[in-house]
């Protein structure tokens, strides 16, 4: 979908946006804002092959917004150039405007917030999580972090003059107010960095010193460096890396924030790792085997979402050594069985120990797997939470039982 909105100064910028497969309009979804490289750049409403593809994040529950702010090509000579001498000025305001605009029309989910971008888009990236903590995530790709070390590094030291229109020398207060250095104490946002070795461009010692000064502050980053790679990636493996790497930052941060419990249906993601409840059932008996007091059947899909070599195992136990459980108000249960079918008939496989695994073939493809888990609940309680290994609770409510 092709947006547009008014920045602060009432300039009217447009962008894209891109849905999930099953988008709903009366849902909130998580939005990634995604920022494009120059400035120069812009995005536009295709498929395209050279970056990791936005139809990539929203096929993974993302809404993606991807702004073509002031400074963008295609808009004409006056726009293209509307950012010189003041980049992260107002081509800063378009961007946020932007996101302002979508969480004021509906649909966004305000507190599922990331952010990321690569080169001008790393750059922006940095600028803005210095500035506000609205999101809950960042990936900052082989972006600027020190203007004045990026003039002083670059094969391209005309960049900075050409954009700020003086050298640092003559201006020494508009490099410092325009370098994400600057608030890189306020920042608190969890930020993955990624560069490679060789970039002559944007000189990796960008990410060094955002990852250094990071440290030192205690915040939560993590820097990937990737070797032979320039000013962006281009090695296979790299890339699935690199997407690999993304992911998991933002499925960790964003996606499985352990703060809100999931519901029934909703995909939750861990590690490379995706779980859906998908139904829950209160079956009378198996197979003439009744409970003491009713049972709860819990379907469960596992499936991996990234490349991982391990296998994932769960371990159903009749005990609190289960990795698998259903919180009710007064007590924790632990499972009863796994219900199976055989011969016509859906029974009950007791054991005070099962485990289930998701195993990995000999090119490292895992199958989805799904298990029914049974518990033994009380007569007459309804709301429950599921907990499964690490990943985020899931809130299960039964029907209210009628009585005959």
Not at 33 to 59: M, V
Not at 124 to 130: A, D, F, K, S
Not at 159 to 181: A, C, G, I, V
Not at 211 to 232: D, I, M, N, Q, S
């Amino acid at each position: 979908e092709i947006v547009t909105w008014k920045s602060k100064d009432g300039l009217e910028i447009e962008g894209i946006l891109v849905k999930p497969p099953d988008w709903q309009p009366a849902t909130k979804y998580p939005l990634l804002l995604d920022i494009h490289g120059g400035p120069h750049g812009r995005r536009a409403n295709t498929l395209t092959t050279g970056n990791l593809p936005p139809q990539l994040w929203a096929a993974r529950g993302w809404l993606v917004f991807q702004p073509n702010f002031r400074g963008s090509s295609a808009y004409g000579h006056e726009f293209g150039i509307a950012s010189r001498g003041d980049i992260g000025g107002k081509d800063y305001e378009d961007i946020l405007a932007g996101v302002d605009f979508l969480i004021a029309r509906g649909g966004v989910d305000a507190e599922r917030m990331a952010v990321m971008g690569g080169s001008y888009g790393g750059y922006m990236t940095n600028l803005i999580i210095g500035q506000t903590t609205r999101f809950k995530a960042a990936v900052s790709s082989f972006g600027i972090f020190n203007l004045i070390t990026d003039f002083s590094n670059s094969q391209f030291p005309s960049w900075e003059t050409d954009y700020l229109k003086q050298f640092y020398w003559e201006n020494l207060p508009l490099y410092l107010e325009r370098s994400p250095f600057k608030n890189v104490a306020k920042i608190t946002t969890p930020v993955l960095i990624l560069h490679g070795d060789e970039d002559p461009n944007t000189f990796i010692s960008n990410s060094k010193e955002l990852y250094r000064a990071l440290r030192a502050l205690g915040r939560t980053v993590k820097f990937v460096r990737f070797p032979r790679e320039g000013h962006g990636f281009e090695e296979p493996n790299h890339r699935i890396e690199e997407f690999r790497q993304m992911a998991a930052w933002l499925d960790r941060y964003v996606l499985d924030d352990a703060g809100r419990a999931r519901v029934v249906n909703e995909t939750v993601r861990k590690d490379g790792w995706e779980l859906r409840v998908a139904g829950v059932s209160t079956p009378e008996s198996y197979a003439g085997v009744k409970a003491a007091g009713r049972f709860v059947e819990v379907e469960l899909l596992l499936r991996a979402t990234l490349p991982v070599e391990e296998r994932l195992s769960l371990l159903v136990f009749d005990t609190s050594g289960s990795e698998v459980s259903l919180v009710a108000p007064d007590r924790t249960l632990y499972p009863v069985g796994i219900a199976a079918e055989s011969l016509g008939q859906r029974l009950l496989v007791k054991s005070s120990a099962q485990v289930v695994a998701l195993v990995p073939d000999r090119d490292g493809n895992h199958s989805a797997l799904a298990v029914a888990v049974v518990f033994d609940a009380s007569l007459g309680a309804r709301e429950f939470t599921l907990r499964l290994k690490d990943f985020p609770p899931v809130k299960i409510e039964l029907p209210i039982e009628r009585k005959e």
